[in-house]
């Protein structure tokens, strides 16, 4: 202190330090982030208007690309279903089969699929056309597959009226029941004559009907008389491992054993079947590109309602800039408010799927919408949603604060 008793410079210089401890320092990340998430959810709720118009867009690009994606899966489903509802472990089938349908394997392999280590059963099955006189003279088609006693490796199922052993009654045969009114008007006990042979229904299955004709079953023997088929002769053999036993070893041993055939696991065969489905036939082409076309579409909606809505809301994010808010804490704010948009759109977008999907439901074609597509859903709507809030940063990125006073 100074002889005037006035403070000194020193005295001064001390005091700065408690002046600046007054002005407060830049919240961190995550509260910004916080902040400007609150803000967002606060300005999407705020015009009701509004946001019933953006999360149309997003319920529309939901029910577009489900419907599509599960349209395709439902066809998808109805090539394989053979394959995953066999009660086997390997399938032996000729080297040319690409799909399970009607094919020559000489019974040998049988023989040699029975004496093989770690095969507990080996079963033929027969698969082939079969056309079923009706009652007004005409023909139906159905794929008749013939299956071994005792044990039906190769169906049926989804069995809704009588049931398997049936077939061990003589000259007996499983229909399809969506199927009754189409084959003139089928019964538990209704008799038919099939490939010129008279047969007796003995149950009915619900929902076999793959991407042609429906499935019939019949007895092993029985389905060798209606197709002709020669002793000598089946279309696949099914073999059921013991329990413990190692299946790649197994299935090398076949192959080494039979050169004339090929031996597929559960898994490789129903991808190569699904292989085929999607390179060689038109379900993959039209079906594919009508999923990816429902996404495009819908993420141009999703866009142009997210752009829409930072658009409509432009003096809002002017005066937010006047008051300090950066570019980056807009990007918060908008991240947040498109996942919410995504969120709430697909779950709203997803019930409606539901819903459809059990109004359309029938045996020959069902929504399959299982809980990977519906995640996928959600994760896939996030991102169109966020990259969507992107294109529209880039406008508020020139949105100068002056505006809000002019």
């Not at 002889?3 to 002005?23: F, N, Y």
């Not at 699929?113 to 080996?122: C, E, F, Q, R, S």
């Not at 696949?236 to 597929?264: H, M, Q």
Request: hydrophobic share 50%.
């Amino acid at each position: 202190m100074s002889a005037t008793g006035s403070p000194g410079p020193h005295h001064l210089v001390a005091t700065r330090p408690a002046a600046a401890k007054a002005i407060r320092a830049r919240q961190g990340f995550f509260s910004r982030f916080r902040m400007m998430g609150a803000v967002g959810l606060k300005m999407m709720f705020h015009s009701k208007l509004k946001l019933i118009g953006t999360l149309l867009g997003v319920v529309f690009a939901v029910v577009l690309s489900n419907q599509q994606a599960g349209t395709f899966l439902g066809l998808i489903y109805k090539n394989v279903m053979f394959v995953r509802n066999t009660d086997c472990d390997l399938w032996i089938m000729p080297r040319s089969t690409e799909v399970v349908g009607p094919g020559k394997l000489s019974t040998s392999a049988l023989s040699q699929a029975l004496v093989t280590k770690g095969v507990a059963d080996a079963a033929p099955i027969l698969i082939g056309g079969a056309n079923v006189l009706l009652p007004n003279g005409g023909f139906q088609q159905v794929t008749l597959v013939g299956t071994k006693y005792p044990n039906y490796r190769g169906g049926p199922w989804n069995i809704v009226a009588g049931d398997r052993g049936a077939l061990a009654r003589p000259d007996t045969l499983i229909f399809e029941d969506s199927e009754r009114e189409l084959l003139g008007g089928l019964n538990l006990g209704s008799v038919r004559e099939v490939n010129g042979r008279r047969v007796v229904v003995g149950g009915f299955t619900w929902g076999l009907i793959p991407f042609g004709p429906s499935y019939a079953f019949a007895d092993f023997e029985v389905a060798r008389e209606l197709l002709k088929t020669p002793q000598d002769e089946v279309a696949f053999i099914l073999v059921k491992l013991k329990p413990g036993a190692d299946a790649a070893a197994v299935k090398d041993e076949l192959s080494r054993n039979l050169p004339d055939a090929k031996v597929f696991d559960r898994k490789d065969f129903e991808a190569s079947v699904l292989k085929f489905i999607l390179t060689k036939t038109a379900i993959g082409i039209t079906f594919g590109t009508s999923t990816v076309f429902g996404l495009i579409v819908g993420f141009v909606i999703v866009s142009l309602s997210m752009f829409s809505a930072v658009v409509d809301n432009i003096r809002e994010f002017g005066t937010l800039k006047a008051i300090g808010v950066t570019n980056l804490d807009l990007s918060m704010l908008l991240f947040v408010q498109s996942v919410a948009y995504a969120l709430l759109g697909s779950l709203v977008g997803l019930s409606l799927v539901a819903q459809m999907a059990k109004g359309i439901r029938s045996a020959k074609l069902a929504l399959n919408t299982p809980p990977q597509l519906t995640l996928g859903t959600v994760v896939v709507m996030i991102i169109m949603c966020v990259f969507a809030s992107s294109l529209a940063l880039l406008r508020l990125r020139k949105v100068e604060p002056a505006m809000v006073f002019r």
